[in-house]
């Protein structure tokens, strides 16, 4: 049973396009992320959110927005799409704990979006 | 801010080897570590986790030892199989705020049989 779920896993969609990816979660975790994956660049976070109210921008949120419809489940929209926003997209969700010491996150299995 | 760099990749080894994954960080106060694995066509999993100075994470036959005196977190592995064969972040997680990872850039390894 997959804790993480992402849909969909492959989109081609053309320049201009909006698009929505979708995130759920049964692990009850308050926090959630959304990265986008380039080769050689490791993950980048887009944004996050720490409850349903909480949303934070991260490194690269320009041309993204987000939406935290409830606990399990945090959608990422590129409003137009464009041609160098193909990547590979994950989210990932944590448990709230009182220190900074056991960040673990889990990973969805990834969305991979082309825009053409 | 907090960065990690990586051992730049792909690394190709064979069957066996011994393989060493370099990592280092620069961070304020006393970051978390991990390393994170992706298998092809799959998310990130944990691999292994250190919280403080000194602690050694382990998992799979994989270890890493949190240094502080060098800034470092190398994954070690004695002897390497094909199914090892994935791409490997270092990440970590500290300092004031929110609990956002920053991740290396991955190294992907190859075992060749």
């Known amino acids: 049973d997959a804790d993480v779920t992402q849909t969909p896993r492959n989109r081609i969609t053309k320049t201009g396009k909006r698009i929505m990816l979708e995130c759920s979660q049964t692990?009850?975790?308050?926090?959630m992320y959304w990265y986008r994956q380039d080769p050689g660049l490791g993950l980048q976070l887009i944004y996050y959110s720490f409850d349903v109210k909480d949303i934070n921008k991260g490194e690269i949120s320009d041309g993204y927005s987000v939406s935290r419809q409830a606990q399990a489940k945090f959608s990422l929209s590129l409003e137009s799409a464009i041609p160098n926003q193909t990547a590979l997209y994950f989210c990932?969700?944590?448990?709230?704990?009182?220190?900074?010491?056991?960040?673990?996150?889990?990973f969805g299995p990834g969305t991979r979006l082309t825009v053409l | 801010g907090n960065s990690v760099t990586q051992m730049e990749g792909p690394v190709t080894l064979s069957e066996e080897a011994f393989l060493t994954i370099n990592c280092t960080y620069t961070?304020?106060?006393?970051?978390?570590l991990f390393w994170y694995v992706q298998y092809p066509g799959e998310g990130l999993q944990l691999l292994l986790k250190?919280?403080?100075?000194?602690d050694k994470g382990s998992n799979k036959g994989f270890e890493a030892t949190y240094r502080k005196e060098t800034t470092s977190f190398h994954l070690e592995k004695g002897s390497v199989q094909v199914s090892d064969s994935a791409v490997y972040f270092c990440a970590l997680s500290g300092g004031q705020g929110a609990q956002k990872l920053v991740f290396g850039q991955g190294t992907r390894l190859t075992i060749n049989p």
């Open positions: 250190a919280t403080k100075a000194d």
């Open positions: 990932a969700t944590s448990a709230q704990t009182g220190g900074r010491k056991n960040n673990e996150q889990f």
């Open positions: 961070a304020t106060g006393y970051p978390s």
């Open positions: 692990k009850g975790h308050d926090r």
